[in-house]
């Protein structure tokens, strides 16, 4: 059986936790493929909300098993604080969570180069969630970095102690004001590594999954982070340090390009992005503003506002093709209520030119977005439950973006609840 995937298709934060949540009825396993807890996926049901950073959005369906692939990175202490958080909630977690043996660990010392590579870029700081994303990527293709499988072994604290007293040096040699107390962090970090080993099966992922699809499982793997964040189609080097697109699907679970179905796609109704890099909508007014306000507009992981601006097709358009989604899934169509007027960017002006296409540079001194205008609406989204109830300006709306990206949306959702979400036919 195929391999559904849910992808992210601007800078992250589209809305991927809830919509796995409502999706996995569907589906006997949903799986991780890439990121790690730099992700922050928010589900909202019976009045609760959960925000899950490396377990993946299943996990509230009992008859789901839920997967963390060998793509992802694992840093033990926020792996142990995500369970904890879990365990009012009578999960089986032992039956529901397996983690690859092939994922890569974060160590505390990761964390300290992230926090020492930004400070000394200073103004040019990524704006990166702290939590060793890069340097642990970084380990994993330099050829140095610890698996969970490694945790298994009996060497493995000497394998830790070489890593850790390397990347000492290298904090050392950055000449960088951080203050930490090692001792204390590794102290934790062990006693998360033991109670990881403890409550969680490492299995060999890929002969897993390879199983399970012959034997017809339905599988849904979850996207972390966005499109434009893909460390090499993502607006470089303001990206993170995994392939967020379709092909991180393959590597990151070990499945083959010939398995994957359908490619579903999210997108927000505007544009957010936390963190540096150029954001060619982006905007700095009381309409942003309000967007802001309106859509709780803070990170799910580390709290930063989100900055807000128009929704930009083109750069929506990219994602489509660069990931060959096959169903879209518009979000927060009830942030935009009240606005008289809402644009839609349809092309640049690039170096004195139109083009309607991304390229290299987004930098705004060389870039600026063309804008189509459309009526706004008034009514409270958040109370529709069909697709007919819609107002017609927002109908408007999401046939010209079909129309653009021509692909269609087959999911509106109109708040962060599980139940808030409209299933549209569109055959
Ligand atoms: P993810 O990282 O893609 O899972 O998204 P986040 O959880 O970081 O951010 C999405 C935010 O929007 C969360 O606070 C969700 O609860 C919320 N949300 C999701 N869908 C909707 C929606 O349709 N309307 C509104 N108003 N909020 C939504
Ligand atoms: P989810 O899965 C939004 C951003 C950071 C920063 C850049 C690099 O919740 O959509 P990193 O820590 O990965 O080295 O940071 O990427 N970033 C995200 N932005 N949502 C995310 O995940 C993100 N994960 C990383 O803000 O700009
Ligand atoms: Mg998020």
Redesign the pocket.
Known sequence: MAIDLLL?LQW???????IVDVLTKKYDIIARFQGGPN????L?FEGI?H?LHTIP?GIFHPQATNLIGNGVVIDPVIFKQELDNLAPFNIDIKRSLLISRKAHLILPTHRLLDAASELAKGKAKIGSTLKGIGPTYMDKTGRNGIRVGDIELPKWKKTYSALRNKHLAMIGNMKVDLDFDIDQLEENFFAAVAHMKQTIAFIDSEEFLSQAQKSEERILAEG?QGSLLDIDFGTYPFVTSSNTTAAGACTGLGVAPNKIGEVYG?FKAYTTRVGSGPFPTELFDEIGETMGRV??EF??TTGRARRCGWLDLVALRYAVEINGVTQLMM?????LSGFDELKVCTAYNYRGKTIEHLPYSLNADELKPIYNSFSGWEEDL?IMRDAGELPDSLQKYIAFIEDFVQVPIKIV????DRS?TIFRTTE
């Open positions: 992210g992250g934060d589209e809305g991927k936790g809830k992700a922050g996926h928010t909202e909300k925000v959005s972390a999210i859509g709780h990170g799910a979000m927060k169509g009830d942030v958040t959702s109109v708040g962060p808030q």
